[in-house]
């Protein structure tokens, strides 16, 4: 079992950053493929970045590429998300997830992923 604890979001104007941290409980966080997702009001939760077990490999989705970047911290059982350049159309609820068995291949599944956080609330206003 697996706990995932986001923190990081909040308001922030278009143009500015935001640092994402997810924090999970255990000792074989280094065995799980970390993945962000994000859900804006009334849309379906959507892919956004995942990273390989060793952090070796990243992947993001095109509405973000250049500007957000995926990290992990296996010493500190953390996965980061940090937020650049925001737009407005970025503001969502902003998920980690873990996956133990999945495959990097295909990480941009939502139903690859076996344990997901609470989620926080990231708003960019224009």
């Known amino acids: 079992q697996v706990q995932l604890v986001e923190s990081g979001g909040g308001l922030v104007q278009a143009g500015g950053s935001l640092r994402l941290s997810c924090v999970a409980s255990g000792r074989t966080f280094s065995r799980y493929l970390m993945g962000w997702f994000r859900q804006a009001p009334g849309k379906e939760r959507e892919f956004v970045a995942a990273i390989s077990r060793s952090g070796l490999s990243t992947y993001d989705v095109d509405s973000v590429k250049g500007r957000f970047t995926i990290s992990r911290d296996n010493a500190k059982n953390t996965v980061y998300l940090q937020m650049n350049s925001l737009k407005p159309e970025d503001t969502a609820v902003y998920y980690c997830?873990?996956?133990?068995?999945?495959?990097?291949?295909?990480?941009?599944?939502?139903?690859?992923?076996?344990?997901w956080g609470q989620g926080t609330q990231v708003t960019v206003s224009s």
């Open positions: 997830a873990a996956s133990y068995s999945g495959s990097y291949s295909r990480a941009a599944l939502l139903t690859h992923y076996d344990y």
